[in-house]
């Protein structure tokens, strides 16, 4: 559905990956008054790990994951890229702004719903470009 992907060998990666790229909801913590945590939320923190653990393994499937994913997978791989990078954020952001797929969010008990340009075009906002790299 979202294009042929390299597996990195890794099961657990690829599992995550995979849950990120059919992604409908970016939520980054509990949901609801329970405060349940979604699988794609688990998936998020599992390709996070790996971007840490084995860097160059995850960093192709999050690249692969910005390019293909869903709107919602596409926004989880920018916010991925911004743990790897101010500028490879940047970056992916900026790339995303014109997209108008949309996708829910969950913040707490709050949920909404927003396009990827528009999320794209917060977090960008949210964070001015480095004056010491510009």
């Not at 860097?55 to 890229?81: F, I, K, M, N």
């Not at 101010?86 to 108008?100: V, Y």
């Amino acid at each position: 559905m979202f294009g042929m992907r390299k597996k990195s060998g890794d099961s657990e990666l690829d599992a995550a990956v995979r849950e990120l790229a059919e992604a409908d909801t970016v939520a980054f913590g509990g949901v609801g008054f329970a405060g349940t945590l979604l699988p794609v939320t688990e998936a998020y923190r599992r390709v996070a790990e790996a971007l840490v653990q084995r860097p160059r393994q995850a960093r192709e499937q999050v690249d692969w994951l910005l390019r293909h994913g869903s709107p919602a997978g596409r926004a989880y791989a920018a916010t991925l890229l911004e743990g790897v990078g101010r500028a490879a954020g940047r970056d992916a952001w900026a790339a995303l702004r014109d997209d108008d797929g949309e996708f829910t969010t969950f913040d707490g008990c709050l949920m909404g719903t927003t396009t990827l340009g528009g999320y794209a075009a917060d977090r960008l906002a949210a964070r001015p470009p480095d004056r010491d790299t510009e």
